[in-house]
């Protein structure tokens, strides 16, 4: 339960931490609200020669529009996505998964940023950038670019983060005026990750649904982009026939782990069911 050793830097800017991450090398990581990585250190399933504490960067933590889009800077906790104003009335739907995630103390200092860049498919944040299609900003020492949600993650803790690399900022589109979302979550008990968990964001129009977005957590070695069960529902009036068919093709892209939490079938289930849930209530939020 006690990390191996490791020097501790604490950078005042972007510029001064992605020259620090370059500088020291493959031993360096970044650290963020440290409630994933720590304990990982503590089990010695990782062991970091070197901790770049992200902290101290004032530009990380904030929350604001640019041009239509609203942009999180990677050090927001998840207590003060939880607390936005701006948030609650434009994209309610990262409160309500935020609230879902562990408990008060974990979101006092767990970050999005560190959420969405941490790679581990328990994170309820990234299923639902996916379906938000946010776009991540990764900073290295040569630059700046800009990675969609939907194509960052690559397997279990993989994702297209290189080396040297910091996300600094989560990008996300303003979603359609009258759009409706929603957080549905299957957990043991307060403060565990998700058996399985779906996200739906979607508008409808003349009752029909005319855009959908799907997003799995848990139920795979990444999130899930559930493109195909959002096709099928596109046009639809979400009749049970059509809806039964969009849920057997969202539970046709899972492959969960079986762990304590279930056997690989039953998550697949129970993502079916989070699924059918979440897109009742999203209909039911929508203009
Ligand atoms: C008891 C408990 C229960 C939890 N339950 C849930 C849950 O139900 N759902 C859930 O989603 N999470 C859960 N978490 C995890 C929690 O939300 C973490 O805070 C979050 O996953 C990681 O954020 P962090 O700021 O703590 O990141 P850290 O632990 O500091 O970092 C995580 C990883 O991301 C990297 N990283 C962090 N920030 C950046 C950045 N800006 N750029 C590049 N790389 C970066 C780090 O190097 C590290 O590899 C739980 C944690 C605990 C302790």
Redesign the pocket.
Known sequence: MIPGSFAYHRPKSVREAVTLLADLGEDA????????????MKLRL?A?EHLID?AAIGD?RSIRTEGGDVVIG??T??HEVIGSDLLASRLPILRETAL????PQ??Y???????V????P????PAVMMCLGADYV?VGKSGERRVPARAFYKGA?LTV?KPG????AIRIPAPPVGHGSAYE?L?RKI????TAAAAVVLTMQGGKVATCAIGL?NVAATPLYAEEASKILVGSTLDAATVKRAVAAAEAITSPASDRRGTPNYRTKMAGVMFSRALARAKSRAA
Do not use: C, F, W
């Open positions: 990581r970044p650290l963020a609200g440290g409630h994933s990585l720590v304990p990982l990782a970091p992200l990380l990677a050090m906790t998840e879902q995630i562990a408990d974990v979101r200092v767990g970050t999005l940023g560190g959420n860049a941490n790679g581990d328990g994170n309820d944040m990764l803790y983060l690399e910091i996300l600094t979550k957990k403060g565990d990750y998700a957590t």
